[in-house]
């Protein structure tokens, strides 16, 4: 039986975290890699402003240094020391969504550096809602750049296991705050032209945008053509599993399964919107799972899915399509660059 009370088991967790979030400051004030939980996914910590740790950082993400990162912020009074023009629709992105899954490209200022920003004049800043990310940007005090901590072009981790298996010993400390409750990444909304332009679909959504300006935003589907921002969210194949990967729809879901069972030997994995596993299909070489029904627990799951699928050795990965709604473009965004070959 455990006899402290629950307020002292709150509160020796609660020093746990300090220790870890001091030896986690440290690490990065010595130009070390921290990898922290955010609500979308976790990221790889550096010193926005220490060239080595950002070389660093490039390295062990196998990111070609013309693409650039994320700053994370504390707070919204440190937003005028890394953006030098901030229009007021991006003061009420920020105030209505901060901390929150959100990115805002802004004008840089001075301070920083060419390679965050991979030489634009613009730099990517948001404020995460993790309690615990939160808490290690208010300890360390500037900014900390972290891309997803994956491998570049790789499926983004939502559990501290996913990054440990990822980038294991190149990352000096991973902080473990669960399991992160978005599970895809942060909707980026650049202010570099004339309207506000979606470069990249997240959870908060093109309408719930709209709403807080006033004023539409144009998404980057809409732009195809005349967008020439560098972004590797915005690559053809990006967030993608080893394993072959198709979309397909949702009436056509089971013939190709059969199909691909009876073509060949190995097994299959199919990640559909219902349970109900058709008899006709070989369930010794068939992995069926249901995503969950609702766009926000889909996106929460997708990502452990697709990693527990692609570890499976599977010869193709299944997936019924999404419906066409707005909620579910985020998720319908990242399946589709995983199914992408080029
Ligand atoms: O939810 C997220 O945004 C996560 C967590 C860790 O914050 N981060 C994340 O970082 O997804 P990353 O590096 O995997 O993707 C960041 C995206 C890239 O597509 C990058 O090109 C774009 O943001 N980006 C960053 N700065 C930019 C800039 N100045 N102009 C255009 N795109 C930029
Ligand atoms: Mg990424």
């Known amino acids: 039986m455990p006899t402290s009370s629950p307020k002292s088991a709150i509160e020796a967790q609660a020093e746990a975290s300090a220790d870890l979030i001091a030896q986690a400051v440290s690490i990065l004030k010595a130009g070390g890699l921290v990898a922290m939980p955010t609500e979308t996914v976790y990221g790889l910590g550096a010193d926005a402003q220490n060239m ?78 993790h309690p615990l990310a939160l808490e290690l940007l208010n300890a360390f005090g500037g900014g900390i750049a972290a891309p997803s901590a994956n491998h570049f072009g790789r499926i983004s981790p939502t559990t501290a296991a996913h990054v440990e298996a990822d980038l294991g010993n190149d990352v000096d400390l991973v902080l473990d705050g669960g399991a992160c409750p978005v599970g895809v990444e942060s909707t980026i909304v650049s202010f570099n032209g004339e309207r506000p332009l979606i470069l ?91 995503g969950e029904h609702s766009p926000e627990g889909y996106a929460r799951g997708l990502y452990a899915v697709l990693r527990e699928l692609d570890g499976r050795n599977l010869k193709h990965i299944l997936v019924e399509e999404l419906p066409d709604t707005e909620v579910w473009w985020a998720v319908w965004d990242r399946l589709k660059r995983a199914a992408c070959r080029e």
């Open 52 to 129: 080595e740790a950002l070389r660093k950082l490039y390295t062990v993400k196998g990111r070609p240094c013309s693409h650039p990162v994320i700053v994370h912020l504390a707070s919204l009074e440190q937003l005028p020391e890394w953006a030098s023009e901030i229009p007021e629709s991006a003061w009420k992105l920020a105030r209505a969504f901060w901390p929150g899954p959100l990115t805002l490209i802004l004008p840089r200022t001075s301070r920083v550096p060419n390679m965050v920003t991979g030489g634009q004049d613009t730099v990517g800043l948001r404020i995460p809602g």
């Open 200 to 290: 990249r679909p997240g959870m908060i959504t093109q309408a719930q945008i709209a709403e807080v300006l006033g004023q539409d935003a144009e998404t980057r589907a809409e732009q195809m053509e005349k967008a020439v921002i560098r972004a590797p969210g915005t690559l053809a194949s990006h967030y993608a599993p080893v394993t072959p990967l198709m979309l397909v729809p949702p009436a056509e879901l089971v013939v190709a399964a059969e199909k691909l069972l009876a073509e060949q030997e190995g097994a299959i994995g199919v990640l559909a919107r219902t349970a109900a596993l058709p008899a006709s299909l070989d369930k010794q070489r068939l992995t069926w799972v249901e």
